[in-house]
């Protein structure tokens, strides 16, 4: 039997993801699915001319740990598909080995390297499925204009160009068409995104995970300064000034003082 | 392995060594005793390089004080660039559920301290719970001072008046500025001293490194 190609591989694996998420074919917020699967994220500053990204795995009997690296310099559509497609190693490539590091230059670039095919096939299907993709276009009349495409960027939360090439490779467009589009919107993407009142950064915008926690066990973390009040509030659903009340009111307040170790103080009056 | 791509230069390690919070920064340059930490801790004092570039840097419109911080040429900020440092990072940043560029200077400063094996001097509790929690010495700025004054580096007269005209605008620290707290803090100068005699010729700055310091302060506190 022929070996299933590493693009369907990809698209695949999303689709299991988005099944097991439950999350049908609609747009998806990339930071939600990754808090979601618990996989760990941090936004780094590698530069502009740094890489895209990273996946890091550490494996252990009992499972491991995975965190996904994104370079913060780069555009937020760049660092949202670098996220996705961080995810596909993630889905596709964790148990290749006991650790596993993957460093992406650019996540466009595969070089014919099959992971990286697949890793972006996965990405690209998640953050844009096909069937969803498909319905936008045909309320465009079946030939998307550049403020069309913009209009999809919103939707998607992805770029101009991953877009135009999304639809080709769905071929939903013909190569003629991509070659329009590219040549019609350089140069006039922020000018039409401004045009529609949306910024990159405001659509499906990068936050920090947050596991679910009982709301005693919340106080009790906050109380032992594990966690901070902005996080108490997240956990608790609501506004600090709120949730510095509601700890108040539970008598889980932090004392006025910390709390010493009184082996320690023996130990060095000793 | 180091991420960033940039060169890896090589760090002196030890507990011998401090990583400084900006609080400890902008509290002592507030109160225009900057140069201390260098003849304390010097000729190399550490920070965190999301706290220069970050904090200090971005904030000196609101705050052209802080330009004598940058300035410094002795203070060496050190960015976080090795894998298990960001993964670190990321994780307590997480958990303490920081938005944008909050709480990094504090996770960055024990990630550094936890690969250096550097001495952390730092205030803010969860910080603290941190640096615990991954076995790194930690102190607050008030320990600092009092450590000093038992090592001879200032006088306990002026190590309290240091410390006042830190905590007069301040209020946060375990001593207040208040004279109901001068002995206290007096009596910590004497505990420290016995403390330290223990580690001979090498009690300053190790001496900030021993375990249970801040714990001696807040005893102290209560049982005086």
Request: with cysteine.
């Amino acid at each position: 039997m022929q070996a299933e190609p590493p693009w369907m591989q990809g698209e695949r694996a999303a689709r299991a993801l988005r099944h097991e998420l439950g999350l049908g074919i609609a747009p998806v917020d990339i930071w939600e699915v990754l808090r979601r699967r618990d996989v760990y994220v941090a936004l780094h500053d590698f530069g502009e001319a740094g890489g895209d990204g990273l996946y890091l795995w550490r494996g252990s009997e009992a499972g491991g740990v995975p965190l996904i690296v994104v370079n913060s310099a780069k555009r937020p559509s760049r660092q949202r598909f670098t996220a996705a497609h961080e995810l596909g190693h993630h889905e596709l490539h964790r148990f290749e080995a006991a650790d596993v590091l993957i460093a992406d230059e650019e996540v466009g670039a595969t070089d014919g390297d099959e992971r990286e095919v697949a890793a972006n096939a996965f990405a690209a299907y998640l953050m844009v499925p096909t069937e969803d993709l498909r319905e936008s276009v045909r309320a465009f009349g079946g030939s998307p204009s550049p403020v069309g495409l913009v209009g999809l960027m919103r939707r998607y939360g992805l770029s101009y160009q991953a877009l135009a090439y999304r639809l080709r490779n769905t071929d939903l467009i013909t190569q003629k068409t991509l070659d329009r589009l590219l040549a019609d919107g350089e140069g006039q993407i922020d000018r039409l995104m401004r045009s529609q009142g949306f910024a990159e950064d405001a659509i499906f915008p990068a936050p920090v995970g947050v596991p679910e926690l009982l709301s005693l066990g919340a106080m009790t973390l906050f109380k032992q300064h594990v966690i901070t009040e902005t996080r108490l509030a997240e956990l608790l659903g609501m506004t600090v000034e709120r949730a510095l009340t509601t700890v108040r009111d539970a008598g889980m307040d932090r004392s006025e003082e910390p709390d010493y170790d009184a082996e320690a103080v023996r130990e060095l009056l000793e | 392995m180091a991420v960033s791509g940039k060169d890896t230069v090589a760090l002196p390690t030890g507990p011998g060594f401090v990583c400084l919070d900006a609080m400890v920064l902008i509290h002592f340059n507030r109160v225009g005793r900057l140069k201390v930490l260098r003849d304390w801790l010097g000729p190399r004092v550490f920070t965190a390089n999301v706290i220069t570039e970050q904090e200090l840097r971005r904030g000196l419109p609101r705050h052209p004080e802080n330009r004598a911080i940058l300035d410094s040429e002795w203070l060496f900020p050190v960015p976080v660039d090795e894998m298990e440092d960001i993964a670190l990072v990321a994780s307590l940043r997480r958990r303490w559920g920081s938005k944008d560029d909050q709480d990094r200077g504090e996770a960055e400063v024990v990630a550094l301290c936890a690969r250096y094996g550097w001495t952390a001097i730092m205030d803010d509790e969860v910080g603290r719970k941190a640096a615990k929690e991954h076995t790194v010495p930690c102190v607050y700025m008030l320990t600092t001072v009092l450590a000093a004054a038992s090592c001879g580096l200032i006088t306990p007269a002026e190590a309290w008046r240091l410390h006042c005209s830190i905590e007069r605008e301040r209020k946060r620290a375990v001593l207040s500025a208040g004279e109901s707290h001068r002995p206290v803090f007096m009596k910590c100068v004497e505990q420290f001293t016995r403390v330290g005699e223990k580690l001979g010729d090498r009690r300053w700055p190790e001496i900030l490194a021993m375990k249970g310091l801040d714990d001696l302060v807040i005893w102290t506190r209560r049982n005086t």
